[in-house]
């Protein structure tokens, strides 16, 4: 073994030791799990923060103001105050008395926040998915003259993805009339559509459940196999 292969020795051996420490939870929670644990975490951290300095606040926030800084004035350079500013607002948090100033950016990181949220699930979930629900009707790219292209199960995978849609969204559908007994209450069409609905939904989260089951067993096997080869590279 030459000294270039130590490194990778090394790592490995510190994989090994690390996934035993991991596993070791199945037999109850103890310090060395804890200790892993922090020590995933804190891995993780930093490759963060040394991801958001060099790929974000140094070409965005560092450089620019050494470029102002250097006489090299423009209006690319000069916008860069702006968040300096609104972050030293932000910093105002910390004080009691001057918490008053960072009301501004909060609200402006609130707002944006939003926005980005509330765009996102427009437009990459509604508008998609009523686009796609629009199309499920459109049958001119069928050919019904082929016996062999399956249209029973074409029509079908069309009839179930328009109707699991539309129950769906009826189920969030929550306007309700008063009653001459009993509190208010939705009609009872709507009720049972959206009995169909919440089907849908129920068989949504036992797939989503499922794919997260399938990544954590996937994950699992990958670790033992790694144990396995790491003790019969001895042998």
Same mark, same amino acid.
């Given at each position: ?29 103890? %310090? @060395? !799990?804890? *200790? /892993? ?7 993780? &951290?930093?490759?963060?923060?040394? $991801? +958001? =300095? ?9 450089? %620019? @103001? !050494?470029? *102002? /800084? ?7 350079? &000069?916008?860069?105050?702006?968040? $300096? +500013? =609104? ?10 008395? @001057? ?18 949220? +509330? ?117």
């Amino acid at each position: 073994m030459t000294f270039a292969d130590w490194p990778e020795l090394i790592g490995t051996a510190v994989g090994f030791l690390l996934t035993i420490i991991v596993l070791s939870y199945l037999i109850g929670d103890n %310090p @060395l !799990f804890r *200790l /892993a644990i922090h020590l995933f975490i804190g891995v993780s &951290a930093g490759f963060v923060a040394a $991801v +958001i =300095l060099r790929n974000v606040i140094f070409p965005n926030l560092i450089q %620019p @103001l !050494f470029t *102002l /800084a250097s006489g090299e004035v423009s209006f690319e350079n &000069a916008l860069v105050l702006v968040p $300096v +500013i =609104l972050s030293l607002l932000l910093l105002t948090k910390l004080s009691a008395n @001057l918490g008053r100033a960072g009301n501004l950016p909060m609200a402006f990181l609130v707002g944006v926040g939003a926005a980005v949220a +509330i765009g996102g699930a427009v437009t990459g979930t509604l508008f998609p998915q009523a686009e796609t629900s629009m199309n499920v009707l459109d049958l001119s790219q069928v050919d019904f003259r082929d016996p062999a292209a399956g249209l029973s199960e074409v029509v079908l995978a069309r009839l179930v993805v328009f109707v699991g849609t539309l129950s769906t969204f009826i189920f969030f559908h929550f306007g309700t009339r008063p009653a001459p007994e009993g509190p208010p209450a939705r009609s009872p069409w709507i009720e049972s559509i959206a009995r169909i609905g919440q089907g849908f939904i129920a068989v949504t989260f036992g797939v989503m459940f499922a794919g997260v089951y399938m990544a954590a067993l996937t994950a699992l096997i990958e670790r033992l196999y790694f144990l396995w080869a790491f003790v019969t590279s001895f042998f």
